[in-house]
């Protein structure tokens, strides 16, 4: 269910990935992601997902990334949430976006390993 009013959707590629080890003995994956979303036009960033242990099925994210509106102008924004296992080779995120205008968005969406693909929508926080 969501909180805020929907205002759209965003539609992601992986263009790379970075796997690292975390000091607690996890391990963090760092995905650059581009594609388009709803009144941000075209949109690059990194998304990291952050695991207690190598292989869990759950854990923290967070989102860093740059929004090249259609008129011409541009926006940065961040984020942090959470991601669980939705299906093979599928995770649910769920995240409170900042960005730059101002505006504090809601994100939903679930990340396709196999495809690379990271699709959902967004919602306004009322």
Known sequence: MAIGKSIGEF??????VSISST???????AVNMEGTATGFGTVIGTMTFYADEPGSDSGRVTWAGSAYLDNG???????????DKAGTHK??????MRVSDGSLLLSEGEVNLEGRTYTGALYAWE
């Open 11 to 16: 539609s992601f590629t992986s263009s790379g």
């Open 73 to 83: 102008d541009s926006v940065v924004g961040e984020g942090r949430g959470v991601f």
């Open 91 to 96: 995770w649910r995120v769920r995240s409170i």
């Open 23 to 29: 000091e607690r003995g996890g391990m963090s994956q």
